[in-house]
């Protein structure tokens, strides 16, 4: 690994590879960079906005979203040469946000919110939760979706998200901050006391936990068997 010049000294909370050459990165105070040279050389996009960004994903080259504190969503059409802001009808901090197709995506909130929208992200609804604490991240695969969050909320649907159920797991009841769908009913969850569980359709699984002074953020697989886990402090598994 070598470290690139980004161009700012601002913190970066996410990146996005768009394709191979072109990804966008956000962070605090409306930060948008962009590379289109595989990260050699970034370079600022506007984005009308001081808010602190948490998450961002594309569905196509030109089509893409951020989101962030305040319920802000931004949208641009045109590879982040212009972004737009879009009503989210919450002001909670959204920390996730997830799409399966151009027209179908998802967004998690911190105020126990689920966001939905089926037009490409011109308009947003409220999903009906039976949950009443923080949400920290989404994924979906096809209509079947997980959502992590506080005090080791696991939320499912098998129906994009109309229903949710909440799984009870005793296996540890920790702060969970990061979701990987494996396929389409199993996942890894990462979060703090360096907790990683797996989520089945039969249930949840405590794979292994390191104790106090680890935190993982974020979870990668490669497939079933195969993947990366990274947290304070550099660690890495």
């Not at 980004?6 to 409306?30: C, H, K, P, R, W």
């Amino acid at each position: 690994w070598f470290q690139l010049n980004s161009g700012t000294t601002l913190q970066l909370n996410d990146v996005y590879f768009i394709n191979q050459n072109d990804m966008v990165a956000i962070g605090e105070s409306g930060t948008i960079i962009k590379s289109t040279n595989g990260g050699t050389s970034w370079f600022n996009q506007s984005s009308g906005s001081t808010e602190y960004f948490t998450s961002v994903f594309f569905t196509s080259d030109h089509d893409g979203f951020v989101v962030g504190s305040n319920g802000t969503i931004l949208k641009t059409t045109n590879g982040g040469s212009d972004w737009f802001s879009v009503i989210s009808g919450v002001f909670s901090t959204l920390k996730s946000v997830w799409f399966t197709d151009t027209n179908n995506g998802w967004i998690a909130s911190m105020w126990d919110d689920i966001l939905k929208t089926t037009d490409g992200g011109i308009s947003w609804s409220l999903q009906n939760i039976s949950n009443y604490l923080p949400l920290y991240g989404v994924q979906f695969s096809n209509n079947n979706g997980i959502a992590i969050g506080q005090f080791g909320t696991i939320l499912k649907t098998t129906d994009g998200g109309d229903n949710w159920n909440s799984i009870n797991t005793t296996a540890s009841p920790v702060l969970l901050h990061d979701i990987e769908a494996l396929n389409e009913t199993d996942a890894i969850s990462v979060g703090d006391y360096g907790t990683a569980l797996k989520i089945t359709d039969t249930g949840v699984e405590l794979i292994f936990q390191m104790g106090g002074g680890y935190i993982f953020y974020d979870a990668s697989f490669s497939d079933l068997n195969n993947g990366t886990i990274v947290g304070n402090n550099g660690s890495i598994f």
